[in-house]
Nanobody, 123 residues
Framework: EVQLVESGGGLVQAGGSLRLSCAASGFTFDDYAIGWFRQAPGKEREGVSCISSSDGSTRYVHSVKGRFTISSDNAKNTVYLQMNSLKPGDTAVYYC????????????????WGQGTQVTVSS
């Protein structure tokens, strides 16, 4: 059974940090790219960051560049999203997703999705 399980969300003050984890199972992790997406209340889900498990290449949406860092521990089949200098605008449910294709902001390219973890940044 394919599973993506996010963890690490919570409530943090502006300027604080959180580290999200996405634990994957049930598929060949090295063959997939893992993306992080988020959905704020009343807004569409958007791509935040992505990492290719095969070569470690990464991409970030402009709004998080310099603040968020994505990384992968292939031995643990886990992808992390280190979020620093958090802003109230980062408040959202964060999802990880897996695609057998290269990193993409196109959500239809992703085969598997986690259930999401809530991140709330207070001002």
């Amino acid at each position: 059974e394919v599973q993506l399980v996010e963890s690490g969300g919570g409530l943090v003050q502006a300027g604080g940090s959180l580290r999200l984890s996405c634990a994957a199972s049930g598929f060949t992790f090295d063959d997939y790219a893992i993306g992080w997406f988020r959905q704020a209340p009343g807004k569409e889900r958007e791509g935040v960051s992505c990492i290719s498990s095969s070569d470690g290449s990464t991409r970030y949406v402009h709004s998080v560049k310099g603040r968020f860092t994505i990384s992968s521990d292939n031995a643990k089949n886990t992808v992390y999203l280190q979020m620093n200098s958090l802003k109230p605008g980062d408040t959202a449910v964060y999802y990880c997703a897996a695609t057998v294709l290269v990193c993409s902001w196109y959500q239809g390219a992703y085969d598997y999705w986690g259930q999401g973890t809530q991140v709330t940044v207070s001002s």
